[in-house]
C-alpha cells in the first residue's frame, strides 16, 4: 500500500517569496492534515480536511497561509510571503474518517523541508 | 488548554537496558493518547494508540499505560537495541483527532 506522498521534499526560498507544497494521501482517506514541526519541537496542526471540508483551521496564519482540497483528495498548502519563522518541515498526514472522535491511526509522510533566508 | 510535557527530553542508555520515557497531558478529557517514532528526516509512525477507556497497550518490546486520572502515560521499551534510537513523541487527542504533541524524547542506545 502506497504512503502518503509529499513534494518537494526540500525547498529554500528568500523572505517575502510564495512557496507550495503538495500532497497525496492514502487512497480511500477522507481525512486529510497539515502539521508544521519547528525544529526541536512537536508537530502543530495547521488544518484539517475531512473530504474536501475544513475541519479546523485555528491555528492556520491566515493572513500568509492557505490549502486546499478541491476534489477530496490531493492537498496543497502556500505560504505567501514567507518569513524567517516559516522555516519547518511540513508534514501532510491522513486518516480514514474522523467522525466520533473515536481515533484511527494517523499515517505521515516523510514531510516537505522549508527554509526561508 | 491542553498542553503535552515530556520528560526527558534527551536520553542516552546502553544496548539491552529497559528504559520508560514519560508523557503529562494537563487536560484528562481526552478520547485517546498515541505514541510515534520519528527517524531524523523521517515523518512520524505510529506505534501506539491507547483509548481513553483503556489502560494499556502493548506491541511486541513496547508497553504503553495510560492513567487519565493523573495525566500522564508511560512508554516502556524492553531490551532496547540501537535500532531504537530515534525521538519518541506523544500525542493527546481530543475530539475530531485533533493530536496535540509533546516536544519529544530523543533516545540514543549505543551497542
Known amino acids: 500500500e502506497a504512503g502518503v506522498a509529499q513534494s518537494p521534499r526540500y525547498k529554500i526560498i528568500e523572505k517575502r517569496q510564495s512557496v507550495a507544497f503538495w500532497c497525496n494521501p492514502i487512497?480511500?482517506?477522507?481525512?486529510l492534515y497539515w502539521y508544521q514541526q519547528i525544529l526541536g519541537q512537536g508537530p502543530k496542526l495547521l488544518i484539517q480536511?475531512?473530504?474536501?471540508?475544513?475541519?479546523?483551521d485555528s491555528q492556520l496564519p491566515k493572513d500568509r497561509f492557505s490549502a486546499e482540497r478541491l476534489k477530496g483528495v490531493d492537498s496543497t498548502l502556500k505560504i505567501q510571503p514567507a518569513k524567517l519563522e516559516d522555516s519547518a518541515v511540513y508534514l501532510c498526514?491522513?486518516?480514514?474518517?474522523?467522525?466520533?472522535?473515536?481515533?484511527?491511526?494517523?499515517?505521515f509522510g516523510e514531510g516537505s523541508w522549508l527554509t526561508v533566508v | 488548554k491542553q498542553e503535552v510535557t515530556q520528560i526527558p527530553a534527551a536520553l542516552s542508555v546502553p544496548e539491552g537496558e529497559n528504559l520508560v520515557l514519560n508523557c503529562s497531558f494537563t487536560?484528562?478529557?481526552?478520547?485517546?493518547l498515541q505514541w510515534f517514532r520519528q527517524d531524523p528526516g523521517k515523518g512520524l509512525t505510529s506505534l501506539l494508540l491507547i483509548q481513553s477507556s483503556q489502560r494499556e497497550q502493548t506491541s511486541g518490546r513496547l508497553n504503553a499505560s495510560l492513567d487519565k486520572s493523573s495525566g500522564r502515560s508511560t512508554l516502556y521499551i524492553a531490551a532496547s537495541q540501537p535500532g531504537d534510537s530515534a525521538t519518541y513523541l506523544c500525542a493527546s487527542s481530543g475530539g475530531y483527532n485533533k493530536l496535540i504533541f509533546g516536544a519529544g524524547t530523543r533516545l540514543a542506545v549505543h551497542p
Open positions: 487512497s480511500g482517506h477522507a481525512t
Open positions: 498526514a491522513s486518516s480514514l474518517e474522523v467522525y466520533g472522535g473515536s481515533g484511527n491511526t494517523i499515517y
Open positions: 487536560d484528562s478529557a481526552i478520547y485517546n
Open positions: 480536511f475531512q473530504n474536501n471540508g475544513v475541519v479546523d
